[in-house]
Nanobody, 121 residues
Framework: QAELVESGGGLVQPGGSLRLSCAAS????????VGWFRQAPGREREDVAC????????YYLDSVKGRFTISRDSAKNTVYLQMNNLKPDDTAVYYC??????????????WGQGTQVTVSS
């Protein structure tokens, strides 16, 4: 069946880097919109980054611009989120979905388990 699985999170120090993976099974991500989202305890879920089906003009949350990069590897049926120069405020559970809007996913889709990113010294 169709499924997305997030992985790659962990504990890093401020200024460190992580690469998150969003791996699809049961369907192809080729040509699909794929977004990354995050939620920290007591905070609203944020739209972090989104890749268009054409891979052009990706969206980034203003606070991650210049630090995060979303990309697609069609051969591996996986979308990545490269996160550099991580800050404590980046600490959250990160999720992926086949849409750019967390509100849309909540209303009409489903969330997976996510992967925990903790940035702390």
């Amino acid at each position: 069946q169709a499924e997305l699985v997030e992985s790659g999170g962990g504990l890093v120090q401020p200024g460190g880097s992580l690469r998150l993976s969003c791996a699809a099974s049961g369907f192809s991500l080729d040509g699909r919109v794929v977004g990354w989202f995050r939620q920290a305890p007591g905070r609203e879920r944020e739209d972090v980054a989104c890749l268009a089906g054409t891979d052009g003009n990706p969206y980034y949350l203003d606070s991650v611009k210049g630090r995060f990069t979303i990309s697609r590897d069609s051969a591996k049926n996986t979308v990545y989120l490269q996160m550099n120069n991580l800050k404590p405020d980046d600490t959250a559970v990160y999720y992926c979905a086949t849409h750019c809007s967390s509100a849309y996913v909540t209303a009409f889709g489903s969330w997976g388990q996510g992967t925990q990113v903790t940035v702390s010294s």
